[in-house]
């Protein structure tokens, strides 16, 4: 009798186990899932509107991304333009070009006239003038009111800058989709802010179709920008081989601009890490989205089958990005405009490449960032708060008055690299140029690649580029290929930092040893604020020296000294577990040689 109770007692407690496994299993699986926080508080989440495209861009030089945001209401709305300090936005209001009431639609930011300063177009619909705007530092902007890309009216979607002839200033495209007869335009660029409307050749000869987005991308890895165009409502989407000289030729009869669709948006990314950019796209009117494995040499096979390309749906905006950082590019889609009155989740995607070794997806059905209803417009991958991983920003529209929403990356341990160029015989924003990293991930060596673009799905644009590293300590090779024609490699750089390159200059903050050595001192926002009870402190030291770093109460009581000694020049983390503190407003300070700085932060129980 006691050996069958024995028997009996294992295995209950073996059922217990299984139990306990496939619960934790799940626990697990949910977590990976839900990577994403809503952000609830600061304007830039409180603000309403038609909103329709999402820019993270670096306006005033001071080393992060701000945030620009258009709205599009039919009879004008202001855009909304928030400084990023420290990872928190403020909105400016009293400054051109964000004080204009027009109904805006898609944006796209670069430096056309080289100057340092990066400048913006916002193209709007009922055929209103859109704006360009130059850039002249100090945060103050000249309306450039004369220029073609303003006075030709139309019914325009969106803008994207891209240097087609390679001489160093970029031009612009621009989407037009009132109704048949409408005509897509192509502006070069003459230098000193100066544009002409190229109104012959391939891009000029199609008329009548609905385009609503625009990639400049190398589609063959031939060096130059050739051009790819979504068309709404039916027609077969537009892709054009640049020849180089500033010619082009239309390209027909492979699967890219043989399927047609409803398609809104466009997206390039090297989804399986063999060299060259494959496409997806987003379609609108409850149909499927496609997606197409770019083969080389112009050929193109279309995926079937896959979970990305399964959900019907009223897709809006796209976008590759690697959000869990372990090495391959996962794919975010909003949606809006569907059936009336009912409000649609957005989807996300996960790669599973480097868990599978097979370029396939599996679709997130958990957290608030692909169940939270709206209408979702535009949207834009960045590492808005600089903690090396992929947040989300979606502009909203429903009812033309929806806040839009915002949410942070949780992160997890793997690594990653930030990069942003440069340009000098390339145009100064960079645009058009391609980095390769090739790092050994899980003890496979792997080639990344990235290219920064004026607009990378519809009304969503960041120009710095990204790489999740999954474990790989050391990036091995960083190769630039410019779209100048140069070619610059570096080696051995490590990974978990941000760093800019410089055409023809090099690596700025970074020596050979690869030790970050940052330009300046800087304490940065903890990560997460507020916290409870863990949060993150960042800092950069440009010297060496005798270091501190403290916590403080409301009060100005010294509660704790987080670190105290000497460091070299670099970039530290430090974590706080703020356990046995109740909720309150805190104060941290960095003391090192003559640098001193004092920041709040928030512990909510």
Same mark, same amino acid.
């Given at each position: ?35 994403f926080t809503p952000v609830t508080t600061g304007s830039f989440v409180n603000d309403g509107g038609a909103s329709r ?102 019914? @325009?979607?969106?803008? #994207? !800058?891209?240097? +087609?002839?390679? /001489?160093?200033?970029?031009? *612009? %495209? $621009?989407? &037009? =989709? ?51 165009v979504a068309n709404e409502s039916g027609p077969a989407d537009y892709m054009y081989k640049n020849n180089g000289g ?16 409803? @398609?809104?948006?466009? #997206? !390039?990314?090297? +989804?399986?890490? /063999?060299?060259?950019?494959? *496409? %997806? $796209?987003? &379609? =609108? ?119 839009n929403s915002a949410y942070l990356n949780n992160g997890n341990n793997n690594k990653w690299l930030e990069i942003k ?185």
């Open positions: 009798m006691k050996s069958i109770n024995i028997k009996f007692e294992n295995n209950i407690m073996k059922l217990f186990i299984i139990i306990l496994i496939l619960s934790l299993t799940g626990l697990l699986s949910r977590a990976e899932a839900q990577n495209s999402v820019n993270f861009v670096d306006y005033d030089n001071d080393g992060d991304l701000d945030l620009y945001v258009s709205n599009g209401k039919r009879f004008g709305q202001y855009p909304f333009m928030y400084r990023n300090d420290g990872g928190q936005f403020f909105r400016l209001i009293a400054t051109n070009p964000f004080n204009d009431s027009l109904p805006y639609d898609g944006s796209s930011w670069a430096d056309f006239d080289n100057d340092g300063n990066l400048d913006m177009c916002t193209v709007t619909w009922y055929d209103s003038i859109s704006v360009l705007y130059k850039n002249n530092g100090s945060g103050s902007f000249t309306f450039l009111g004369s220029s073609p890309i303003v006075t030709d009216r139309g019914f @325009s979607e969106s803008c #994207s !800058w891209g240097d +087609y002839d390679k /001489d160093g200033l970029v031009d *612009l %495209f $621009v989407c &037009n =989709s009132k109704s048949s007869g409408s005509r897509n335009r192509l502006y070069k660029n003459l230098g000193s802010g100066n544009f002409a409307r190229i109104d012959s050749g391939a891009i000029y000869q199609d008329v009548g179709y609905l385009s609503r987005c625009v990639n400049w991308i190398d589609i063959d890895n031939d060096g130059d920008l050739d051009i790819f500033g010619y082009f030729t239309k390209v027909t009869g492979i699967p890219p601009v043989s399927t047609a669709g409803s @398609s809104w948006s466009s #997206s !390039w990314g090297d +989804y399986d890490n /063999d060299g060259d950019p494959d *496409l %997806f $796209v987003a &379609n =609108s009117e409850n149909q499927k989205n496609l997606l197409f494995r770019n083969d080389g040499n112009f050929a193109f096979t279309r995926i079937l089958g896959d979970p990305i390309v399964s959900d019907n749906g009223y897709h809006a905006s796209s976008g590759w990005g690697d959000y869990d950082n372990d090495g391959d590019l996962d794919m975010f889609i909003t949606q809006a405009y569907g059936p009336a009155g009912v409000r649609l989740p957005n989807l996300m995607f996960r790669n599973k490449l480097m868990e599978t070794g097979t370029a396939s997806f599996e679709k997130i059905t958990d957290g608030e960032v692909v169940n939270d209803l709206g209408y979702s417009y535009g949207f834009a991958w960045a590492d808005w708060d600089a903690d090396g991983d992929l947040d989300i920003f979606t502009a909203r529209t429903f009812n033309e008055n929806e806040n160029l440069t340009g000098n015989a390339t145009n100064r924003s960079a645009i058009g140029s391609n980095v390769k990293v090739r790092a050994v991930i899980n003890g496979t060596p792997v080639w990344l690649s990235r290219t920064v673009e004026g607009q990378s799905g519809y009304c969503g644009q960041n120009l710095d580029l990204h790489f999740g590293l999954g474990n790989a300590v050391t990036i091995d090779t960083i190769r630039v290929e410019w779209l100048s024609g140069a070619v610059e490699n570096y080696t051995a750089v490590a990974s978990n930092q941000i760093i800019r390159i410089i055409e023809g200059t090099g690596i700025i903050g970074i020596q050979q040893n690869g030790n970050v050595v940052p330009e300046g001192f800087n304490l940065h926002q903890n990560y997460p604020n507020p916290f409870n009870p863990s949060t993150r402190f960042s800092f950069d030291l440009a010297e060496a020296g005798d270091t501190e770093l403290k916590i403080y109460d409301g009060l100005g009581k010294e509660l704790e000294v987080i670190f105290a000694g000497s460091l070299s020049a670099g970039s530290y983390t430090f974590d706080f577990n703020a356990s046995n503190y109740p909720s309150g407003v805190y104060f941290y300070t960095i003391t090192s040689g003559r640098f001193s700085m004092t920041k709040k932060m928030v512990l909510l129980k």
